[in-house]
Nanobody, 115 residues
Framework: QVQLVESGGGLVQPGGSLRLSCAAS????????MGWYRQAPGKQRELVAT???????NYADSVKGRFTISRDNAKNTVYLQMNSLKPEDTDIYYC?????????WGQGTQVTVSS
């Protein structure tokens, strides 16, 4: 059974930083496009950032210049470095692995940006 386990969420003040991690198991990690999505209660899940197997990245306009997605294929882990955090970044953040018709989700980690 595929597992994606997120960590690194928490409470941070506006302007602060957090680094999310997502460890994958039971997939050929290097072949998957990995992504981070976020969702607030009552809202649709939205894309934050993705990174392909070849290392190409894509970001939502709202996080460009503040967030950086990266991956370590040796550790089967994808990261999301979040800087200059804003209250509107408060959400549950989900890790995603996608390849052709296969798609997997983690359980989510809460990020709260508040003073």
């Amino acid at each position: 059974q595929v597992q994606l386990v997120e960590s690194g969420g928490g409470l941070v003040q506006p302007g602060g930083s957090l680094r999310l991690s997502c460890a994958a198991s039971r997939i050929i990690f290097s072949m998957y496009t990995m992504g981070w999505y976020r969702q607030a209660p009552g809202k649709q899940r939205e894309l934050v950032a993705t990174i392909t197997s070849g290392g190409s990245t894509n970001y939502a306009d709202s996080v460009k210049g503040r967030f950086t997605i990266s991956r370590d294929n040796a550790k089967n882990t994808v990261y999301l470095q979040m800087n200059s955090l804003k209250p509107e970044d408060t959400d549950i953040y989900y890790c995603n692995a996608e390849r052709f018709t296969s798609r997997y989700w983690g359980q989510g980690t809460q990020v709260t940006v508040s003073s």
